[in-house]
């Protein structure tokens, strides 16, 4: 971790064990939540029993999961920004348009983070994410518009190092040709991504704002046949375009961009 006298060491432990759970790691040990954070055993243990008292982490039996108290972390936030009244109108008549769920996402790290979702009851289904659900970069078409428009040097160094197993048989693992299509998604101002993150399912994604200042990305995905007619991608890419337009002009996203492209 980064020394800087400034900066409380203890409290970015803290945020570690409560970034190690996950939809794959829901319920952890002790050794295993030191093993993950990189931890000594007896910190690991003196920081979740910390997260213990304060109810952000319940503990049952020898294991620890979180407690609905994280979701206040995340509201502050949402509601500070506006997402209920001015983000999510916009998803939700985009969602009526095409039937489909409408996904936001952020730069964090080297992942694409949900930070809003279509709300109608009706819309297609959304293939289990919810706000805060991290997808990889290199597999899905929010992820691959999101690096279309990072600053060079970020974007070389994630299409290097960001996380590329093989997720389905159609998942793409060479990295240069990944590259090729991020610049072809760049110049299209879209992008398409094929089962490579969900075997038969593509997403597609454009970004939220101008090309030289992208805060944001939406996105719908659906299985291969919705897109496989004649115009049926340009025609979602035009929905989702006037949706990203609208909220290009909307706070937040008409001042200050929310983490400024990277939410970390």
Sequence with gaps: MEQDRDISLTFMKGLAVLRVFDEDRAALTLAEIARQTGLDPATARRLVLTLVRLGYVHKQGRTFSLTPRVLVLAAGFLRGQGFGTRVQPVLNRAAAGLGLGVSLALLDEDRALLVAQSTLADSAVTFGFTIG????????AMGRMLLAHAPQAQRQRLIAEAPLTPLTPETETD???????????????????RGGFEAGVTGIAVPVGPPDDVRAVLGVSDFHARFEAEGAVLATVSTLRRAAAELAHTPPFAGASPGNGDVT
């Design 133 to 140: 659900s991290r997808l990889p970069l290199l597999h899905t």
């Design 175 to 193: 990295r240069a040709r990944i590259a090729a299509e991020i610049a072809s998604t760049a110049a299209q101002g879209y992008a398409v991504a």
